[in-house]
């Protein structure tokens, strides 16, 4: 058989050990899959949306309730991004506590961080364009964040917001980079991730008994294994997405408006529990920027793993970094479930 | 694997079909496009069972969003109902200048009797002044019987006229926190149930909305939780009697004391016990002869329901040498016209005498006819009395006796 176009996409043959469910867990793969997904779907949405203030709120609750299937197009869209965030998530400690991230990989590791960065943008942007009474504390809080840097604060704060509050030229930012800005780096840096697994030989280092002469599949087996686990995907986000509608309230009044009812979106609750505590700068902006530093020195500020011990999980030369990352995860999910259980309690 | 992927796909399909089902499950939208905004509204998706609220605001006009705002385009109940003006009753006066009024509705201009929203504000049904008054008065809060609290802060809209004009300017929110005596306090916690703003008592004999609804929306008898859709101006007595007639303030104890008789017939419905009372009063209805600026101000602030309420026997009987005042309908632009359009059972047209106040509000349902006598035809039941002249009647009333208390001394009936 010829390879197709999609064949083609892959190498010809890959070491049967780095393709297994259990070392992967498809994280990458299902990555792809999703952004595929949010790409489809936000498209469909943006024939449909209007990013004014006035119009935004009316627009989503037209695709949500008179659009045919718009309401699970939009499910989709908002389903297949929560999920990219906790994909993403895993992909990001799977290479860490396989110890993937070393060199040579250790370039490739800083790419996938800037993506998931990047993911937890465009979720943010996309989440501030419903324009609804329910994300403007995140709006007016979130932004808030970028003034209290010091000296850069207030004119970054211009640059993010359009104007020195939030205000109609702010949809236009937001919706600007949520469908073209964020969407082009992340296209760009995603090429560049993929092509960049394929010339660093794979996703990882086969064990070392496996090195030599390896068992291996062919593309052809590659894209059935791709081929099944997107039809499993799609499955369960079209449930997923048919039966948990995604939030939406009644559309912003007045953005400037304060509301004491402090609700970020699920994947910075963390960041609203440490604001509760300290700072804004330091809280809110310092410590988030500080978690994403210490990820991307890993591999270049501990010492390498010994080539004996990759390609199986947590090896032994990586403790140190595996320690700082779980305990960064365990307070990070600690923080979130605290500002989710409701207050008072 | 081949068997894997053929499961999967399999899987995939029956997921789509359950999907599908989801999806037909959901509501369809029904859109409709009042003319009076143009804006697409789904309300009628769920609330297609809904009657008309009245004539005067067609569903093709008005829609539902014009007047008790809420998200037009949702069909998911709570996102839908999150922004409702007033809850299940936009009249209520904190949000009726929104809900009914605007210059195109009912604050429109005074010349035109189009500013009902703020005219309201100023009746003594919305301030409760006279209530609030007597009690201070009576447990050493305030000197005289001069209003000064009413049940929110309010401005007249016409200052009083003159030095001797004892009306007030504005009036202060009445605050029972603030009061000293705790009998004043205890009135505040216990007596203020029947103003406008106010919530009902318990009971289907009390049962009304509040705001403009309260006398607008006839519901006394209903069940509270199956509040009725319908504005009217067909106001029956039933209505008035949520609150007016349905008990008395116990002075002793300070709390409101529920008429404990239940009535058999519309006689013994309609007074308290010891009150006198002619049949006019009982066979007729409160807004056959009550008039609006009565009901709903008429912009100046009363000290007391005996200063706002200035319709009595005279106005439709006349005196021993005067007959009621009236007026002949002269052109299409007749305020008469207009509220008798509300209600198409009274005929009434150009060239028709029609009775009128001292005010020179129109009585429109009392007409002279051609041979000079004078007709009533009741707004809510239709039923036509003949309007008998006290001139030429051989009454022998002292002509500066005109208040109601004389009139009974003969004609109060026997019960």
Known sequence: MRPSFFHHLHPPTIPARQSRLRYT?????????????????????????????????????????????????RNLHYWAAQLLVVVAGIHLLR????????????????????????????????????????????LVAGTNLVQSIPRIGPGLYRLVMGGTQPSPATLTRFYAWHIFGLVVIMLIVGAWHIFRVRRDGGIAVPPPDQRHAPERISRFELVRREGLATLIGITVLLLVAAFIPAPLAAPMSDVTAQTADARAPWFFLWVQQLLKVGDAFWMGVFIPLAVIIILGCLPYLLPAIPSTELGRWFPRGGRLAQIIVAVLVVAILGLTILAALPTGT | MKQRIVAASVLLVLAMLV????????????????????????????????????????????????????????????????????????????????????????????ELHRDHVARVQTSLQATYAGAI??????????????????????????????????????????????????????????????HLQAEPLPGAAYNRLTGCAACHTPSTGRD????????????????????????????????????????????HDYYQPIAQFTRCEFELDC?????????????????????????????????????????????????????AYLNPDIPLQVGDTIVVTEQDEPLWNLRQLPDGSFEMITKVTQVRYPVPLVMGSGCTQNPEQQESNYCHACHAVQR
């Open chain 2, 19 to 110: 999907v599908v089902w989801q999806v037909n499950r959901l509501p369809r939208p029904v859109v409709i496009t009042p003319t009076l905004t143009g804006q697409e509204e789904y309300c009628l998706s769920c609330h297609a069972d809904l009657p008309e609220i009245s004539a005067s605001h067609p569903i093709e006009s008005f829609g539902c969003v014009l007047c008790h705002g809420g998200e037009r385009l949702a069909l998911e109940a709570d996102l839908a109902h999150s922004t409702m003006r007033g809850g299940r009753n936009p009249s209520d006066l904190a949000v009726a200048e929104l809900s009914c009024g605007g210059s195109e509705c009912h604050t429109g201009s005074p």
């Open chain 1, 95 to 138: 290479v860490i506590f396989t110890g993937a991230y070393t060199a040579p990989r250790r370039f490739n590791y800083l790419l996938g961080l800037i993506l998931f960065v990047l993911s937890l943008f465009l979720d943010f942007t996309g989440y501030v364009l419903r324009w609804d009474e329910g994300v403007r504390w995140a």
């Open chain 1, 25 to 73: 867990l498809g994280a990458g793969g299902y990555s792809v899959f999703l952004s595929l997904v949010l790409v489809v779907s936000g498209a469909l949405l943006m024939f449909y949306y209007i990013p004014t203030p006035e119009q935004a709120g009316p627009s989503i609750q037209m695709i949500t309730f008179l659009v045919p299937f718009g309401g699970l197009i």
């Open chain 2, 287 to 339: 807004v056959d002869c009550h008039t609006r600026q009565e009901a709903m101000g008429n912009g100046y602030l009363y000290n007391n329901q005996a200063e706002q309420q200035y319709v009595q026997c005279k106005t439709c009987h006349g005196t021993l040498d005067a007959a009621p005042l009236t007026r002949t309908i002269q052109d299409e632009t007749d305020i008469a016209l207009r509220l």
């Open chain 2, 133 to 194: 008054t007597s009690i201070r008065y009576t447990y050493g809060a305030q000197a005289d019987l001069t209003a000064q609290k009413a049940i929110s802060a309010v401005q007249a809209l016409h200052p009083p006229e003159g030095a001797s004009d004892s009306r007030p300017r504005a009036l202060d929110a009445f605050n029972p926190a603030k009061e000293t005596h705790p009998f004043v306090q205890a009135f505040g916690e216990n007596c203020l149930t029947c």
């Open chain 2, 224 to 267: 509270p939780e199956q509040p009725l859709h319908q504005l009217t101006t067909v106001i029956p007595y039933t209505q008035c009697n949520a609150c007016h007639n349905r008990g008395n303030y116990d002075l002793r104890q300070m709390n409101f004391v529920p008429r404990s008789d239940s009535s058999s017939d519309r006689m």
